[in-house]
């Protein structure tokens, strides 16, 4: 799987989740399976296109997924990074802090995929990031458009009085939940625990090119720092 696969299917998943959600709206409000077929051969379609178009658009996932890299994935691999830098410099805890905000944090990160790039074992490792990565993200689309859509059904069994939807309310409100507490929990800890991996394969295959262009990369800049 590449990167553009990734982009591709974190683009199309919601079309499908908002499809599966508007479904039942149609199903259990015609009176018949027959008076059904038609509205949802044409208006599940366009409801799910609409609200999944509007989804992806305001890219409504994004603040949340922004917030896991950030506080998870993104922590974890500065941190790994900076266990990189040869020992024998002795970065301080004040300049690991430094490294880890600055430009110079870019530079590292630049040589670690390019060491990662130029290992055929390391790129097929890189593709279950992608893989991982569509799971994680289609996790948080679940829980953020299924809690959305057993909201609406909630609002739309009370004002009916309607207790077949205020099922299906509870039963996409429960996919919702499980997917926040179950679903994204166990995507995060699989891209951690790939992360890991990455790491250690890394060391072991391109171990001596990146210590020693993470030395030259602090060398430098901390010959700046003096200067400045």
């Not at 301080?92 to 995929?113: D, H, M, N």
Request: glycine residues 4%; aromatic residues 10%; proline residues 4%.
């Amino acid at each position: 799987m590449t990167l553009n696969d990734l982009q591709q299917w974190r683009k199309k998943v919601p079309y499908f989740i908002a499809a599966a959600c508007v479904v039942p709206w149609f199903l259990f409000r015609s009176k018949s399976l027959a008076d059904a077929v038609m509205p949802i051969q044409v208006l599940v379609p366009t409801v799910a296109v609409l609200i999944a178009f509007l989804y992806v658009n305001l890219k409504l996932r994004e603040p949340m997924w922004k917030r896991e890299k950030q506080t998870y994935v993104g922590t974890q691999i500065r941190n790994s990074l900076m266990t990189l830098i040869p020992n024998d410099l002795e970065i301080t805890p004040g300049e690991r802090e430094q490294l880890a905000k600055s430009e110079i944090y870019k530079k590292l990160t630049g040589v670690f995929w390019q060491a990662v790039d130029e290992s055929d074992l390391l790129r097929a490792h890189k593709e279950h990031f992608y893989s991982n990565g569509i799971e994680y993200t289609t996790t948080i689309d679940a829980f953020l458009m299924c809690g959305f859509f057993g909201f609406c059904y909630a609002i739309a069994s009370l004002m009916l009085s309607d207790v077949v939807l205020a099922c299906v309310a509870a039963v996409l409100i429960a996919i919702a939940l499980v997917c926040k507490f179950v679903g994204i929990p166990r995507a995060r800890r699989h891209h951690l625990d790939l992360s890991n991996e990455q790491l250690e394969l890394l060391r072991r295959e391109r171990g001596d090119f990146v210590v020693g262009r993470f030395r030259d990369i602090v060398l430098g800049w901390r010959r700046g720092q003096m200067l400045s």
